[in-house]
């Protein structure tokens, strides 16, 4: 586990500072508001702050003047569309739309996905590079392959930011991602309150894990698993299993069942995301598992993980608003690549390199738990799902039952 994975170095505007076991976390402006302060001018350099971003990206038109300085281009690699959905449907359209309000055409910048593969990114980052981008901003599959683009684009002058998971190793100049010992500790705590409100007794409980090869999942881990120790070491809950971790769903049921099948006195299971929690409730139900009496937790606030949190087969999920993610990470880029340094007010914490032992200056948003209750208010009030969607078919009554419409 990683310890001191997150140090605040200074706090952008307002907001409350939620600790972790070396300091605190930046702060965002949360999903459901329309963020915490605008931008400012001093001079004539805008400076904004990591609780800035609203969800029709006003503050974006404040930076025009530092993309009008900026020269090359700006590439964007993104990981796969496998282990969650968000990168299709929210980061790509997301970022594109924070370039361009800040004055960039759609000449300036590139897009792409690299579809789980490392030599695909590496491609990727070459053709970007070989284009004429200057920055590169990536979220690699694992540390290999974010290390290999960043030497590349390092040894042809080129800077790589990266945006929602840390590559060790690689000493990057800039981390843009949540706060993710926090979205750990949020799942962690969501099952505790699940468990209490679904009157589970005798908790045995199933501890999944992301990827081993990804530091976001080694971060979401060091945050649960250190709400759910002390229930574990006082014997109130039953440590039942503990499987190796993926990111790809159907070898995440594979390893539930896998644990199921060893120990049938298993009645909760902490899921660190949405899409690995799918096929695993689907399972359930297929158990014969009747609504809220087998907590299951989840993140990424994915549809189908909506859907089974009001229908009862899933606790809630650590919901991140991406579009405050990808405009710190377009405003973060457009900064570096007008060679200016990016304000201390945006740029809120570090998060340490445990591979080089050193803190990585970062922009670190913060998430919130949904459950039924408050769906109407972060991801509704998000377009983040349509209403529509969500409450389809049988969900209809229980979007009803929670005033969702």
Not at 48 to 74: C, H, P, Q, W, Y
Request: one cysteine or more.
């Amino acid at each position: 586990m990683l310890t001191a994975a997150l140090a605040l170095t200074a706090c952008g505007g307002g907001g409350s500072n939620k600790s972790t076991s070396s300091g605190g976390s930046g702060s965002s402006g949360g999903s459901g508001s329309s963020g915490g302060s605008s931008a400012t001018t001093t001079g004539s350099a805008p400076s904004i702050s990591a609780t800035s971003f609203d969800r029709n990206f006003t503050v974006m038109a404040e930076l025009k003047s530092i993309a009008a300085k900026g020269k090359g281009k700006i590439g964007v690699i993104l990981p796969d569309t496998t282990s969650s959905a968000r990168y299709t449907e929210f980061d790509q359209p997301y970022l594109a739309k924070a370039f361009e309000a800040a004055g960039l055409s759609s000449s300036d910048f590139t897009i792409q996905n690299a579809q789980g593969s490392d030599a695909t990114a590496l491609t990727d980052a070459e053709g970007d590079i070989t284009n004429g981008a200057s920055v590169l901003l990536i979220d690699p599959e694992d540390p290999a392959g974010g290390t290999a683009i960043t030497k590349y684009a390092n040894a042809h002058g080129v800077q790589v930011i990266d945006y929602d998971r840390l590559t060790l190793g690689s000493n990057a100049p800039y981390y843009i991602s949540f706060n993710n010992v926090e979205v750990g500790k949020l799942i962690g705590q969501g099952l505790v309150s699940c468990v209490s409100a679904w009157n589970v007794s005798h908790p045995d409980v199933v501890v999944m894990k992301g990827s081993p090869t990804d530091n976001n999942a080694t971060l979401f881990a060091q945050g649960y698993e250190g709400v759910l120790s002390s229930y574990f070491s006082s014997g109130q809950w039953k440590d039942a299993a503990n499987p190796a971790g993926t990111w790809t769903p159907s070898v995440a049921l594979t390893e539930f069942q896998q644990a199921y099948t060893a120990n049938k006195g298993i009645n909760a299971a902490l899921v660190p995301n949405d899409e690995n929690a799918a096929p695993i409730v689907a399972y359930l139900k297929t158990q014969g598992i009747k609504p809220q009496t087998f907590p299951v937790t989840g993140q990424d606030a994915t549809l189908v993980g909506l859907q089974n949190i009001i229908s009862g087969y899933q606790c809630g999920t650590a919901y991140k608003p991406i579009y405050e993610e990808a405009q710190a990470a377009a405003a973060t880029a457009l900064y570096v690549r007008a060679g200016e340094t990016p304000p201390s007010s945006l740029v809120n914490g570090t998060t340490e390199d445990t591979t080089l032992n050193k803190p990585i200056k970062s922009v670190l948003l913060t998430p919130e738990w949904v459950t039924p209750q408050k769906m109407e208010s972060t991801v509704i009030a998000d377009n983040f799902v349509p209403a529509s969607q969500l409450c389809a078919g049988q969900y209809a009554a229980d979007c009803q039952k929670y005033g969702i419409h």
